[in-house]
């Protein structure tokens, strides 16, 4: 049986799949490839050179721990002003993105790594559905990675390539043509808690960029349940922390950590229909704290507090 660990992208939440993979290495489930797109490429890229031991996982939780908003999306008020007038393709440079790639690669080549690694990018023109498995991966994950608008994207091939979450976020279909039988699925998941609308510009865009994507996965995982043996790990619920927050990857991990290992010994990624458990929704806590923020007087007499947030995973 070949084993598949496909994960999704998700921005800052990719730091979810740390935690996942954390309860399914204690649990001896260890991958013959991985897949991914996005963040979830910067993940498989890390640990196909590394393992998914828990010293190599414990590595890379500390690398999502130190890493900042300014290390992916850093601010330049000329570049910004630049982009705005057409002269630049990308609000952010990608340089910082790619110096923390390629410090964590002990390989150079995809098919270099010590475990089977591929990863979706989107070609730019045609808007088809990439998948790379050889050259530099550097660039393949850089290409993942690249949020049209936000990061630049990628020449490689003779192509143009930006961010695989634009075709494939959650490349379920690709681990089954690469001959997996048996599937776990760690998807970054959706922030459904939040009160309000990210303020930010490019947070909004990553948010409304996560609801296209799950709405694709659950169709994905309906749709291909009978052509593998899936195992879908539990989003984080509730979730009140944006993709583009890269402040709470330790909280992040910790409770996805928790959350799949509980999940994993009841045998929920072993229930029938799991896209019920990936459902778009909103926490009734999140709208009643809107709402009573909207009703409270102007003295700033806050209103009921939302109820605490559990650490369970999945949709009610």
């Not at 559990?310 to 949709?315: K, P």
């Amino acid at each position: 049986m070949t084993t598949a660990f496909v994960l999704s992208g998700g921005g800052s939440l990719g730091a979810v799949q740390v935690g996942m993979m954390q309860a399914l290495s204690a649990r001896k489930v260890k991958p013959d490839l991985l897949v991914g797109t996005s963040a979830g490429a910067l993940n498989v890229g890390y640990l196909a050179g590394h393992g998914t031991g828990q010293e190599a996982l414990g590595a890379l939780a500390d690398i999502w721990g130190g890493l900042r908003r300014s290390d992916v999306f850093p601010f330049s008020p000329g570049r910004h002003l630049l982009a705005l007038a057409g002269a630049r393709e990308s609000v952010f440079a990608s340089d910082g993105l790619r110096r923390l790639i390629e410090a964590h690669l002990p390989y150079r080549n995809l098919e270099d790594a010590a475990t089977a690694v591929h990863v979706v990018a989107t070609n730019m023109l045609s808007g088809e559905e990439v998948l790379l498995s050889e050259g530099d991966a550097g660039s393949a994950i850089l290409a993942s990675t690249a949020i049209p608008g936000l990061l630049p994207a990628v020449r490689r091939h003779g192509m143009i390539l930006g961010d695989g979450g634009l075709a494939n976020n959650t490349p379920i279909s690709q681990a089954i043509c690469l001959g997996a039988d048996r599937i776990f699925v760690l998807p970054a998941g959706v922030a459904c808690a939040l009160a309000e609308p990210s303020a930010s510009p490019y947070a909004a865009v990553l948010q409304a960029v996560s609801f296209l994507t799950q709405q694709r996965l659950i169709h994905d995982v309906s749709d291909l349940a009978g052509r593998a043996e899936l195992h879908v790990m539990p989003p984080l619920c509730p979730l009140s922390i944006s993709s583009a927050d890269f402040s709470h990857a330790r909280e992040l991990i910790d409770r996805a950590r928790v959350a799949s290992g509980m999940w994993l010994d009841a045998g929920n990624d072993r229930l029938p229909r799991p896209e019920r458990f990936l459902s778009l929704h909103q926490h009734a806590a999140a709208a009643m704290a809107r709402d009573a923020a909207d009703r409270s007087p102007e003295s700033g007499c806050a209103g009921p507090p939302p109820r605490p947030r559990s650490e369970g995973a999945g949709a009610a």
